[in-house]
């Protein structure tokens, strides 16, 4: 599929990013790619600790109390899953870097104090109690590491494909951790291994340190009720749809078995008669990250599919069966192929699970949805590994090793017509996801991640010699062409011609700078446009906005104008950080009667005069606005408005602008003309 890309080095633009003040210095690229090599070096350091940490901490909890102490320190990602809820919100509020260096100092002393106490023979509730804490800091690490992306990142395809490289990294990692925690516990045994996943935990710090610094993106607190009032609208919102609440059902039942499972793995190689050692618990670990790790090029098949309900229980079968054949062969090799084999269908369930809940629920809450159920899955896998034990005193190590493999296919044969009903109902959105994935900014995201940008997607339509991006006017959307074609233009001069399949706008998915071209509509077009501030929560994590947010004087701006006097401080905000700022030269028109407009003007600076058939009528200031008219009635620009003197606008998208005002928006569209005017 054609693009308009060109490829310049690791900074790739679009054609015209038409929207790039200019290009990056050699002395930059060097400086971010150094940057992102340290924070995936970090990231892999990090990684590696926890899956070490796991496996040493769990074979020392079996030593000290045999599968009941197992169950008990795995109930430490309850606390765990509640703490990641306020770590994402505070990920905007701290320096990002500064929460990157602390974590892992934090971690390394916790983890070093459990390595003490597991020296000293200190009581085994201080190893729980600190445990308990790491698990806690520990997820304050991925959101700001999230955050942090669009800063280091010059353009979004960078920041996309190192998105795409840290997963990668991550899966590595963790096999790579799980062989290291094998080693650990056969050789020098759990106090030391504690200590030197400290002594790495600090390396990970040092690593980080080298990073450019940058300031908190969001200077509110914290608080708690608000992040409380957003996660209950996100399970509202499952809950009320039902094919929604089915898929999130299938979800939690797999992160329960999984914690089942994380249990039961260390009492099967410890006490269960699989004749591997003490370093078969990391071996066993590292044959599911290698699975989980060979299933991802087998998602990508899936972007574009219309149906996923297969795939998605095919994924749920390969993970929980496996773990009844464990019960019936006890064989290592055999044994270590099985968990090959469920580490693939964890990971195949896990993207198409992620998939499918963000095809059911409302585009508009699919980030906070998708946050509430990780946190959920947290906390299910902890609840998980605290009943293992219980079953293993009801059903011994076979029987519960059996019941656990056999809760998923159960489910699917149980829940298949209702799962298939829920996958036909889903909005596959075909057309888009292939258009997307033709596109090289979008084609390392994994199908999660490229189902969320889809879903944030906006149609939009032009006339004939429209114009759809203004030369010298700040961007914030991104534009992918779906029908007809448009000609680009500098200074006037025709440069080239765009058609169905290309793409342009794309640097202002990560900052505000002018267009260097104008982009204007060849006969009808329809495009598909995506705004900054839904790009970066698709593809890192929901809370991540852009690095440079729109000021306090701006928002207070906003206040003042009579239309928008009813929101709120925090929707004024939200919407003073989707708007754009737009600078107009004198004698330009910045609308022209009778044209179709999508933005609702507000000026900033300078003046501007009203024309009704090349009559003026009045002037505009500082304060005042103009074009809800055609915005919110969807009619035709009712007057030209020009510039008389070079001035600064404050322009906010139609949708944005409905959106903000909600029912409000139709009364107001009732209103006479002249009230508006």
Avoid at 67 to 94: D, K, M, Y
Avoid at 103 to 111: E, G, T
Avoid at 246 to 252: D, K, M, S, Y
Avoid at 317 to 342: I, K
């Amino acid at each position: 599929m054609p693009n308009c890309y060109a490829d310049d080095g690791d900074h790739t633009a679009s054609w015209a990013s038409v929207s790039t003040a200019g290009k990056n210095s050699p002395r930059d690229d060097v400086s971010t790619r150094r940057a992102l090599r340290r924070l995936a070096a970090a990231f892999a350091g990090i990684t590696a600790c926890e899956w070490t940490g796991n496996i040493v901490l769990s074979v020392c909890a079996f030593d000290a109390g045999g599968p009941l102490a197992v169950g008990l320190i795995g109930i430490r990602f309850l606390p765990a899953a509640l703490a990641g809820i306020v770590a994402a919100a505070a990920a905007t509020r701290q320096s990002r870097k500064r929460i990157l260096m602390v974590v892992p100092v934090i971690r390394a002393l916790l983890v070093g104090g459990i390595g003490a106490a597991v020296l000293l023979r200190l009581p085994f509730g201080v190893i729980v109690t600190l445990a308990a804490l790491d698990a806690m800091i520990g997820t304050a690490y991925r959101p700001a590491q999230a955050a942090l992306l669009p800063w280091l990142s010059r353009t979004p395809r960078q920041l996309a494909h190192a998105i795409a490289a840290l997963g990668t990294i991550k899966m590595i990692a963790q096999v790579v951790g799980a062989l290291a925690g094998g080693v650990v516990v056969a050789t020098i045994g759990a106090g030391a291994g504690f200590l030197g996943v400290a002594a790495v935990l600090l390396l990970v710090a040092a690593l980080t340190a080298g990073i450019e610094s940058d300031s908190p993106t969001d200077h509110r607190p914290v608080r708690l009720r608000p992040l409380a009032r957003e996660s209950l609208a996100a399970v509202r919102a499952v809950v009320a749809n039902r094919d929604a609440a089915l898929i999130a059902r299938f979800n939690g039942a797999r992160a329960l078995v999984r914690g089942l499972w994380l249990a039961l793995v260390v009492v099967v190689v410890l006490d269960g008669g699989v004749d591997l050692g003490r370093s078969a618990v990391g071996a066993v670990w590292a044959a599911a990250g290698a699975g989980a790790l060979l299933a991802v090029p087998a998602t990508f098949a899936l972007a574009g599919r219309r149906e996923l309900a297969g795939p998605f229980g095919i994924g749920l079968v390969l993970f929980g069966l496996p773990v009844s054949f464990v019960a019936l062969f006890m064989n290592p090799l055999v044994d270590l192929f099985l968990v090959f084999v469920q580490g693939a269908g964890y990971s195949f369930s896990e993207v198409t699970g992620t998939a499918l809940l963000q095809r059911t629920v409302n585009p508009r809450l699919a980030g906070q949805v998708v946050g509430v159920m990780e946190s959920s899955k947290l906390a299910l896998e902890g609840l998980g590994a605290f009943l293992a034990p219980a079953l293993v005193t009801l059903l011994g190590i076979s029987g519960s090793l059996a019941a656990t493999g056999m809760i998923l296919p159960v489910l699917v044969i149980l829940g298949w017509p209702a799962l298939r009903r829920a996958d036909a109902n889903a909005q596959s959105r075909e057309h888009e996801t292939r258009l997307l994935r033709g596109l090289r900014l979008f084609d390392r995201l994994r199908l999660a991640e490229l189902e969320c940008v889809v879903a944030s997607l906006r149609r939009q339509r032009f006339a004939p010699d429209e114009v759809i991006v203004r030369q010298g006017d700040a961007g914030r959307l991104f534009y992918v062409l779906a029908t007809g074609s448009a000609l680009v233009t500098i200074d006037g001069l025709p440069v080239r011609t765009l058609q169905a399949g290309d793409a342009f706008g794309e640097i202002a998915l990560l900052r505000s700078v002018p267009r260097t071209a104008t982009v204007t509509a060849v006969g009808d077009v329809e495009l598909y446009a995506l705004d900054r501030d839904d790009f970066l929560p698709a593809i890192a994590g929901d809370g991540v906005r852009a690095p440079h947010e729109a000021s306090n004087a701006l928002v207070s701006a906003l206040g003042a104008v009579p239309l928008l006097a009813r929101l709120d401080p925090e929707e004024l905000a939200r919407l003073a950080a989707r708007a754009s700022l737009v600078s107009v030269r004198r004698d330009t028109e910045i609308v022209r009667e009778g044209d179709h407009g999508q933005r609702f003007y507000v000026v900033l600076r300078g003046a501007t005069e009203v024309l009704h058939n090349g009559t003026a009528r009045r002037m505009l200031g500082p304060g005042d606005s103009f074009g809800e008219i055609a915005v919110l009635r969807s009619v035709p620009r009712t007057a030209t408005v020009r510039a008389t003197e070079d001035a600064e606008l404050c322009a906010i998208e139609r949708e944005d602008l409905v959106r903000a005002l909600g029912s409000d928006a139709s009364g107001l569209a009732s209103v006479p003309s002249d009230d508006l005017a």
